[in-house]
């Protein structure tokens, strides 16, 4: 099938065989339907600190496929599906976030000697937590470095290998990660010996 043919209407605007007239530019498009993809995306489970992206991931793929739109069906209901399967994609790499993190909570603390009572449980909880936050305050470039290289155990050359980065952007990417949490970990250590 053949992508939508818009006509140019007398106010400026295009329409498509059979259809309403349609936003004519991207800017157009993004106006009329940002804040129904915005509030889609939090429906669907996409988390806060994560909607503002996958907004737009939702127009960078509106405006990659605009031109494949054929008009079968209205375009909010193109641009949702997108939605829904942005929504997806997210929902999906969080998870697979926090099964990592669970993970490798878990071979840190695994790494101690048996917990023989209710307050050493409390504690690898607590570490677990603790894990999860600080690496989840890091940036993305430097936290994926950091849980390969020290937590996973692969050399840096690997890391990098994986991640499809030179060695030197993954050494940078590196310190910065450690120094980092070494940063956090102080403050937290501080915090903790303050209190009563």
């Not at 605009?66 to 997108?82: A, C, H, V």
């Not at 999906?92 to 695994?110: K, M, N, Q």
């Not at 290998?161 to 949490?181: E, M, N, P, Y």
Request: aromatic residues 4%; charged residues 25%.
């Amino acid at each position: 099938m053949s992508a939508v043919q818009f006509d140019e209407n007398l106010d400026g605007s295009q329409s498509c065989e059979g259809s309403a007239t349609l936003p004519r530019t991207l800017s157009e498009i993004y106006s009329s339907y940002a804040s129904v993809v915005f509030r889609n995306l939090r429906r669907l489970g996409v988390a806060e600190s994560q909607v503002e992206d996958a907004v737009q991931d939702v127009f960078l793929v509106v405006h990659r496929r605009l031109s494949d739109f054929e008009g079968r069906s209205m375009l909010k209901t193109w641009i949702l599906g997108i939605t829904l399967r942005v929504a997806k994609d997210y929902r999906r790499a969080e998870t697979r976030l926090t099964h990592r993190l669970d993970h490798l909570a878990t071979r840190l603390t695994s790494d101690a000697p048996m917990q023989s009572s209710p307050s050493d449980a409390v504690e690898k909880k607590e570490a677990g937590q603790l894990l999860h936050h600080l690496l989840s305050s890091l940036p993305n470039e430097s936290r994926e470095m950091l849980v390969l290289v020290e937590l996973e155990g692969l050399s840096v050359r690997e890391a990098c290998d994986a991640l499809g980065i030179r060695l030197r952007t993954g050494q940078r990417r590196l310190r910065a990660g450690v120094d980092a949490i070494s940063a956090a970990v102080g403050r937290t250590l501080a915090e903790h010996r303050r209190q009563p």
